[in-house]
């Protein structure tokens, strides 16, 4: 009881509080209650992206063997294993202004099953407090705030774009940073937001979590929580890391290029002699390039190097992990050919940077005599790796069949036509027509990537019900339904965006749609990943990202008016625009 005579529930309530929350909710229902205004399209776009993981909560067992008795109260596992806390006991230590020594936190996940049978846990956080220890103050300050109770979200793919961009969905709403930090005995990291008092679940604590080490994304996210005490030594530390991304850019760019994601298991360890083996590399600097991608999270470590043994590279084995399956060639969402035309042709001209920045002129063009799409054309290999580098980021556009725009295309009584302008290797037209098989497609592109288009539509059975068109953007077919421009008008200034909505309002019937996917920058210029493209697209193109007022007048310039927008994964939009009345 406190002093005002309110009594808080024992631990063993609160636990089993928790345990029925999680079996009773899911991620899409759970979102909207955290996170009010989240709905529609956005939530759509979110929820496949994370899983409602656990609800977390701190408890205060006097002794291991009470610890164990709430378990079985609970209907938990008693023998649940535990392992030491890095987060929540560097938060108590700093709330409490206790020494860290103090406080030895553990952290145990006893499984609980969602509604439907999703296998889930309740994160429990215990720290020992025995009878009449000078820790009983702490523990009654902590039941009664509950500061640690929270909602955890894991992402499903440890990818470090996908996990700025459900930060940036998750502030949109009204999530605010709260802390974070990484689990070197778990090799996770935690991303903590305070979520909006009108929330309607009763937990105002969220948990971001990812596996592999994310600290670039959690400095961006400690730098925004206010509550975040400075260190000294950080500031040298994040320029220290800043500095050595280009580092990171080619050691994930040399892993895809000597095959290693393809030769390893995510499940087994492989030794790194062997694995030097199966690629033709030299052990020895295998093991250096495979240590620093272990910091990356792309691989694992699970061997042990003595430092009594002069060949330690013999005794290591790495694995697979998520994050780094998404670079075998075989994946059906592989980033490989990003990874390739990253530190390729677009690395070199990021040298030049300065050049663009001094003249005006794209860098890229400084170093290669001429602009990249020219350069691509001439050299077929080229080509095709930047076709394959775009179709591998339009994962990010899962959402965009379900638009409102496609869908009712879909729903009419007779067959509409979905006209993709600049389409890449049909990557994009194919998620359309695969969700949507009444609706017709035509892709045009230059003659090359017409092909590989034909190859990947026929590939995905929507071949029969799509027709080709080799051309430019003077070329747009008359008589669609629905025109779509993905990731096209940034590639260019406003003259030449003009240009090419004019010949998209020409060829455009009264009734058509246009559909614009591109990301936007925000207003108030807040940290976007529009932002980082935004100089990308004008060191290498000479094009640029927009605000959405910027495009809203590049359309009424071309006599077409913007309708709405509506939020994408990863900070991206789209457009919708008609004809002007």
């Known amino acids: 009881m406190l002093p005002d005579g309110t009594t808080l529930p024992d631990d063993t309530a609160r636990l089993r509080a928790a345990v029925a929350f999680v079996r009773e909710h899911d991620t899409a229902t759970l979102l909207p209650l955290l996170l009010p205004g989240l709905r529609g399209a956005e939530l759509e776009s979110l929820a496949p992206h994370c899983r409602f993981a656990h609800a977390g909560l701190l408890l205060f067992p006097t002794d291991p063997q009470d610890l164990r008795r709430q378990l079985a109260d609970c209907g938990l596992a008693v023998d649940t294993p535990s392992q030491p806390s890095v987060v929540v006991r560097e938060r108590l230590a700093r709330r409490h202004r206790r020494d860290l020594a103090e406080l030895d936190v553990r952290i145990l996940r006893p499984r609980v099953e969602g509604p439907a049978g999703e296998r889930r846990a309740v994160e429990v956080f215990a720290l020992t407090v025995p009878a009449h220890s000078d820790l009983g103050a702490l523990a009654a300050h902590e039941r009664a705030r509950g500061h640690e109770a929270h909602l955890a979200l894991e992402l499903e793919h440890p990818d470090p774009l996908v996990l700025r961009g459900l930060c940036a969905v998750l502030a949109r709403h009204g999530a605010r940073p709260d802390g974070g930090g990484y689990n070197p005995h778990e090799d996770g990291t ?92 030299r052990p020895e600097n295998l093991g250096t390039l495979l240590r620093y991608l272990t910091m990356l999270g792309v691989v694992a470590e699970n061997g042990r190097r003595t430092e009594d043994t002069e060949n330690t590279e013999a005794e ?246 913007l309708l709405d927008r509506t939020p994408l994964p990863l900070e991206a939009y789209v457009l919708h625009a008609r004809k002007a009345r």
Not at 489 to 504: A, G, K
């Open 316 to 561: 290591e084995s790495f694995r697979l992990t998520r994050l780094g399956a998404l670079l075998r060639a075989d994946s059906p969402d592989t980033m490989r050919p990003l990874a390739l035309m990253y530190a390729g042709p677009f690395y070199r001209s990021f040298a030049a940077l300065d050049h663009t920045v001094r003249t005006g002129q794209p860098a890229f063009d400084h170093l290669f005599g001429e602009n990249h799409f020219d350069h691509f054309a001439r050299d077929p290999e080229l080509a095709d790796l930047f076709d394959r580098s775009m179709a591998a980021s339009s994962r990010m556009f899962e959402p965009l069949p379900a638009h409102p725009v496609i869908a009712a295309a879909a729903r009419a009584s007779t067959p509409r036509t979905v006209v993709d302008v600049a389409g890449g290797n049909g990557e994009l037209l194919g998620r359309i027509l695969t969700a949507h098989p009444g609706l017709r497609g035509t892709l045009l592109e230059r003659p090359h990537a017409v092909e590989a288009a034909r190859r990947v539509l026929d590939s995905a059975g929507c071949g029969a019900r799509c027709d080709y068109r080799s051309g430019d953007f003077a070329d747009v077919p008359h008589g669609g339904d629905v025109y779509v421009l993905s990731r096209i008008l940034h590639d260019w200034d406003d003259d030449r965006c003009r240009e090419i909505l004019r010949h998209c309002a020409r060829a455009m019937p009264a009734h058509a749609d246009l559909l614009i996917v591109e990301r936007l920058l925000p207003a108030d210029g807040s940290p976007s990943l529009a932002t980082a493209w935004d100089l990308h697209m004008m060191c290498n193109v000479g094009g640029r990202e927009r605000r959405a007022g910027h495009y809203a007048r590049l359309l009424a310039d071309a006599g077409l008016e």
């Open 190 to 281: 935690v991303l903590y937001f305070t979520t909006p008092a009108a929330g309607a679940c009763g937990y105002r604590r969220l948990e971001l979590y990812t596996p592999g080490d994310h600290r670039d994304a959690l400095d961006d996210h400690l730098r925004a929580d206010p509550q975040e005490r400075p260190d000294p030594a950080r500031p040298a530390e994040t320029l220290l890391r800043l500095l050595t991304g280009a580092w990171t850019t080619q050691a994930l760019a040399a892993f895809a290029r000597l095959g290693l994601p393809d030769a390893m298991d995510p499940h087994t360890a492989t030794s790194t002699r062997e694995l030097a083996r199966r690629t033709t590399t």
